[in-house]
């Protein structure tokens, strides 16, 4: 097996198992001698050869048969300094700072230039986060700890905790940034326990000065990790370092997670992202047309398609993002202007997906199952409170999330009032602000509405 071969097998791999999964597994390997057609691959620790031989391994060695038939297996073995095998270019260094030399084992995850506070685009669902996220990337006095992110997927969680990063990075170079997933979290922690390195590895966490986990709630259920995370947490905490979580949900709705690791994870500011409404989701497609310009010179976008697609697409930014991708390539491909036919045309299945009408009948029947109630009592006379705050939630949801008329819907409702309608409404809005279960109801059953 020749260098170059060897890059271009890993140029193949990197495509197939994609980036992070390359870094992680990949990019470690280096590749020895071939011998009566075993191949050997060293790697760095026995946990590691193991990990990588389960599950990278047929992938490995196919590739490798297709640039060199001679190959038909593979071997692992631990990497020793003196067994010298064939140079390759260095692995691409993440592009956080680690600044001190004690810390050159701690490699962060790559971060993405794009993901930057230029590129993030402010609208109201996302100001409060966008401030925090703003405020901790000063890095000044860590005045909340940690600072929690949550929100749906695609929301920009890990937009903003990228852009803190990379942000802290040129404002204070010298301070060590740790930004990783909690499964990377995970990983680490197990690997340092299998190859008995725990003390290094606590070493390692101790001594950063800023510690970002993404998407927190990965460890809910993994006892052992939760409960490294938890003493990393506190003692990072106690000599005032600064912490940044994130996460799908707030830290008292994340399952199987400990209280005591919830209550931490609550002392400091939680901040959501809220989902986008047509303003932000206008803004986003605004600043991604500017960038798509630069690849794309002199395709022009009729008036009207991004406010077309800003009221279509309201999933979230990664699949507006996608559809506009898709637009733009599809558009240079066939050369023509992105119009509204195009648009039709080229984005038929991601518009059918968004497209669903939600039925008055459909919220009725969700929520009446929600809280254990008839659908007969949800639209029929009773006025008492179990019945009455359900069928207002249902009112609420309808006038939402329909294009129905309060009269219609008053209707629907076992024949009510227009009015009865309006102040059912407002009621659930009231409550939406000062009863967390409501707008805890509210939410799970828009989702499930939505899904
Ligand atoms: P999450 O981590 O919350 O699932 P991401 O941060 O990965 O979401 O965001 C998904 C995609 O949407 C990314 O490409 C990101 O750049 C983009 N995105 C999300 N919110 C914004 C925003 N406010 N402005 C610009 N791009 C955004
Ligand atoms: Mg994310």
């Known amino acids: 097996m020749t260098q170059a071969q060897w890059t271009k097998i890993r140029d193949r791999l990197k495509k ?37 031989s389960q599950n990278f391994a047929d992938l490995i060695l196919h590739e490798m048969q297709s640039e060199n038939d001679n190959v038909t297996r593979l071997k692992f073995e631990l990497a020793t300094p003196d067994k010298s095998a064939i140079p390759l270019p260095a692995p691409a260094r993440p592009k956080t700072a680690t600044a001190q030399p004690s810390n050159s084992s701690l490699n962060t995850a790559p971060l993405d230039a794009r993901f930057s506070f230029d590129n993030f685009v ?3 669902p996302n100001e409060l986060a966008h401030a925090a996220a703003r405020r901790v990337a000063e890095g000044g006095p860590v005045t909340f700890n940690p600072l929690f992110l949550y929100g749906g997927v695609g929301l920009g969680k890990t937009h903003l905790m990228h852009a803190i990063a990379q942000e802290l990075h040129l404002r204070k170079p010298e301070l060590n940034v740790l930004y990783l997933s909690a499964e990377q979290f995970m990983y680490r922690f197990v690997q340092a326990l299998r190859d008995r390195k725990m003390m290094d590895f606590k070493e390692i966490f101790r001594s950063v ?10 460890i809910a259920g993994k006892d052992s990790t939760q409960e490294e995370f938890f003493h990393t947490f506190n003692a ?26 919830k209550s931490r994870l609550q002392c400091g500011l939680v ?9 932000l989701r206008l803004g986003i497609l605004q600043s991604k047309v500017e960038a798509q310009r630069a690849n794309y010179p002199g395709l022009e976008i009729e008036a009207g398609v991004l406010e077309f697609l800003a009221h279509r697409i309201t999933s979230n930014v990664r699949v507006l993002e996608g559809a506009l991708t898709r637009l733009f ?32 009948e459909e919220i009725q029947r969700k929520v009446s199952e929600h809280y254990n109630i008839r659908l007969s009592d949800m639209v029929g006379p009773k006025r008492l409170r179990s019945y009455a705050r359900p069928r207002q939630v249902a009112m609420y949801l309808c006038k939402k999330m329909t294009s129905r008329s309060l009269p219609e819907i008053g209707r629907r409702f076992g024949g009510r009032d227009h009015t009865t309608v309006m102040h059912g409404v407002k009621r659930i809005e009231e409550l939406k602000q000062s009863d967390g279960q409501i707008a805890e109801d509210l939410e799970l059953l828009r989702r499930s509405l939505e899904a």
């Open 16 to 52: 197939t198992v994609g980036q992070n999964n390359f870094t992680t597994w990949i990019a470690p390997l280096s590749v020895g001698p071939l011998e009566d057609g075993v191949t050997t691959l060293f790697v760095p620790t026995n946990f590691f050869g193991n990990y990588v």
């Open 122 to 124: 402010v609208g109201k």
């Open 209 to 218: 000065d800023v510690l970002m986990v993404d998407d927190v709630q990965f």
């Open 236 to 261: 990072l905490v106690d000599q005032n370092k600064q912490i940044i979580i994130s996460a799908d949900r707030a830290p008292g709705e994340i399952k199987d997670l400990e209280d005591r690791v």
């Open 271 to 279: 901040v959501d992202l809220h989902p986008t409404d047509y303003e």
């Open 329 to 360: 390539a599809f558009a240079s491909l066939v050369g023509r202007e992105i119009n509204m036919d195009l648009t039709q045309d080229c984005l038929a299945d991601v518009l059918r997906a968004s497209e669903r009408k939600i039925s008055i």
